[in-house]
């Protein structure tokens, strides 16, 4: 616990962006994919939240990470709930995986 504690200690969010990400959700479907250890959804409850996020997708949780396809595969299968997408649409938004820079990193 301690060394959790130590190895986010130094972290900042930008409150700015998750105050532009809670803005947009109001119209549209918001989701987060992280490459966070075990147990981090209580660490990062503060921040990356339901007042955010639709959805919140924790590697270690999913035991697959960034960049495996898999988690790509199971944030379009949560999408896909929000919103219907197409065989055509999934597939073109799997290809585009790889150009995704991450906009916040723990």
């Known amino acids: 616990a301690e060394l959790r504690q130590d190895f986010f200690a130094g972290?900042?969010?930008d409150?700015?962006?998750l105050a532009f990400i809670r803005k947009l959700r109001q119209?549209?479907?918001t989701g987060v994919i992280s490459n966070l250890w075990m147990c981090s959804?209580?660490?990062l409850a503060k921040w990356v939240n339901e007042s955010a996020f639709d959805a919140i997708i924790i590697s270690s949780e999913e035991k697959c990470r960034k960049p495996e396809e898999k988690i790509y595969r199971l944030a379009l299968d949560i999408?896909?709930?929000f919103k219907r997408?197409?065989?055509a649409e999934r597939k073109r938004l799997l290809a585009s995986a790889d150009s995704?820079?991450?906009i916040v990193s723990a």
């Open 11 to 13: 972290d900042r969010w």
């Open 15 to 17: 409150e700015d962006l």
């Open 27 to 29: 119209r549209i479907h």
């Open 41 to 43: 959804r209580l660490t």
């Open 79 to 81: 999408a896909a709930e």
């Open 85 to 87: 997408l197409s065989s």
């Open 100 to 102: 995704i820079k991450p």
